[in-house]
């Protein structure tokens, strides 16, 4: 089994910034892709952002490209989502996900998830 510890999150107004962090334990960090999901009210799970191995290789939504970074270290098994120019639309609960199919955008290739972090992003 793999654990994995959200946090980070908070209430920030748009247009500003915040940076998750999800620390991994229990498993080889560094042998999983990594993902970060978001949750709304009353919406499905949706793919934000995925990392390889190595943290070279990175892949987004098109809603956040251009806003968020996702990046990884190694050494601290810890995978990290730097949020800017925050929206409205980004309020979610933010999860971490560790999957052997590196760099997929699918919910169900991600069989580790850690227990969410809440994201509110204010007018």
């Known amino acids: 089994q793999m654990q994995l510890v959200e946090s980070g999150g908070g209430l920030v107004q748009a247009g500003g910034s915040l940076r998750l962090s999800c620390a991994a334990s229990?498993?080889?960090?560094?042998?999983?892709?990594m993902g970060w999901f978001r949750q709304a009210p009353g919406k499905e799970r949706e793919f934000v952002a995925a990392v390889t191995l190595s943290g070279v290789g990175t892949y987004y939504a098109d809603s956040v490209k251009g806003r968020f970074t996702i990046s990884r270290d190694n050494a601290k098994n810890t995978v990290y989502l730097q949020m800017n120019s925050l929206k409205r639309e980004d309020t979610a609960v933010y999860y971490c996900a560790a999957t052997q199919r590196f760099g997929s955008r699918s919910v169900g290739d991600y069989p580790y998830w850690g227990q969410g972090t809440q994201v509110t992003v204010s007018s």
């Open positions: 229990g498993r080889t960090f560094s042998r999983y892709g």
